[in-house]
């Protein structure tokens, strides 16, 4: 891990601790972070509080962004620096808060930081990528000893830009090899003018932190609201309970049909589970089969809204129906075979036993109103014995 802190005349470099997440949290809510990369907001305090823990997580790694808070000399966090990795190496990113910018923090910042990460990384060279109309990223670079290595149009935030990518390599020639487009991974943190005014982008490793958290809570809430109204709910309904604008769900889910996926694919992992749980514990067919249903029940909306829409689906999503009827039958072949031991269940195909237990669940739930397996529930399970009883006995 770097040696810190590091100090400079005005300012700190040290380590990141729970008890900035307040400051962090603030910071990115500031209005141009908010208009120019809105999807990478911490909306609650607890998002920043889980971002910092997987930065501190990181700390000492080869392979993850070191980001390291900067402080001001007796006062607040008003920022940090860090390293990320791409693909041609290490790439340096840094973001000051928007009241504090301008004041020559980022420049003073970057200097100590600079001689540090590259001892501690044993890095001979490491990159500055900024849009070429970016005069201000240019300038801090420039500052800072960076030379010009590239400048072309090259793909840059989901756009296509003019980029600048500067090399810091004190003591090599900086010969320019490679170029832009041998980036894979192009994570970084510049200062960006938008229509006159001087907003801050996050750096890679705190900015994917952000992106993670946002994408986990719209599909926590999407998963809330399928459970609540079925597997079409609106986009609409998921951005008001995840706490996001309608049009963020889209950043992180390019189509509606891939956010509902990743829902069924959740959804049914969790199901699944549940079932699976149920079979670990040998269980009196009649105990088992109030415990399917209580599962089933659980995630009535969604599964009733998979088998309505089974026709609207891709084949991705029959697999998992599939799947957990499978589930559900195959949990009920060690209860069977011992009630035919016994007597007390009629010698007929596995299948046809399965198909009856899946048919008369299937049949109960498409009616409206509350939960009908769990107003009806006994009448399932009498119903299904008496089907599969054997008179004889």
């Not at 009196?284 to 089933?296: F, K, N, R, T």
């Not at 009806?376 to 054997?390: D, F, M, P, S, T």
């Amino acid at each position: 891990m770097l040696k810190i802190p590091i100090e400079t005349a005005r300012l700190r470099i040290t380590a990141f601790d729970l008890g900035m997440a307040r400051s962090v949290w603030r910071h990115s809510l500031d209005e141009g972070n908010r208009e120019f990369m809105p999807d990478e907001v911490f909306e609650t305090l607890g998002e920043a509080r889980k971002a910092i823990a997987g930065l501190i997580a990181a700390y000492g790694s080869a392979r993850a962004p070191q980001v390291y808070p900067v402080v001001l000399k007796g006062g607040a966090q008003i920022g940090h620096v860090e390293a990320a990795p791409i693909a041609l190496g290490w790439e340096v990113g840094y973001h000051i808060a928007a009241e504090q910018a301008g004041k020559g923090y980022a420049t003073e910042a970057l200097q100590a930081f600079l001689p540090a990460i590259m001892g501690e990384l044993k890095l001979e060279r490491i990159y500055g990528i900024c849009r070429a109309d970016n005069t201000a990223s240019r300038r801090v670079l420039e500052k800072c000893g960076f030379e010009l290595e590239f400048e072309g149009s090259a793909p840059y935030h989901g756009g296509q830009w003019r980029i600048r990518r500067y090399v810091y390599a004190p003591g090599l020639d900086t010969d320019g090899k490679g170029s832009y487009n041998d980036l894979q991974v192009i994570d970084l943190q510049v200062i960006i003018t938008k229509g006159g005014k001087k907003t801050m982008a996050q750096p890679a490793g705190m900015r994917e932190s952000q992106k993670r958290a946002t994408r986990d809570r719209i599909l926590a809430a999407a998963k809330l609201v399928c459970l609540r109204q079925g597997l079409f709910a609106p986009a609409d309904e998921i951005a008001r309970e995840a706490g996001v604008a309608h049009g963020t769900i889209f950043v992180h889910f390019p189509t509606r049909e891939a956010l509902r996926q990743r829902v069924l694919e959740s959804l049914a992992e969790e199901m699944g589970a549940k079932l699976h749980q149920l079979a670990a514990a040998r269980r009196p067919l009649e105990e088992l089969l109030y415990a399917q249903i209580a599962v089933l029940e659980e995630y009535e909306p969604f599964y009733r809204g998979l088998l309505e829409g089974l026709a609207s689906l891709p084949e991705e999503a029959r697999g998992l129906l599939l799947g957990l009827q499978s589930t559900l039958s195959e949990h009920l072949r060690p209860a069977i075979e011992e009630g035919r031991k016994a007597g007390r269940v009629k010698e007929l195909p596995l299948a046809l036993l399965f198909n009856a237990w899946i048919g008369l669940l299937h049949a109960e739930l498409f009616a409206p109103g509350q939960s009908v397996l769990g107003r009806r529930k006994g009448e399932l399970v009498e119903g299904y014995l008496a089907l599969i009883a054997n008179e004889t006995n």
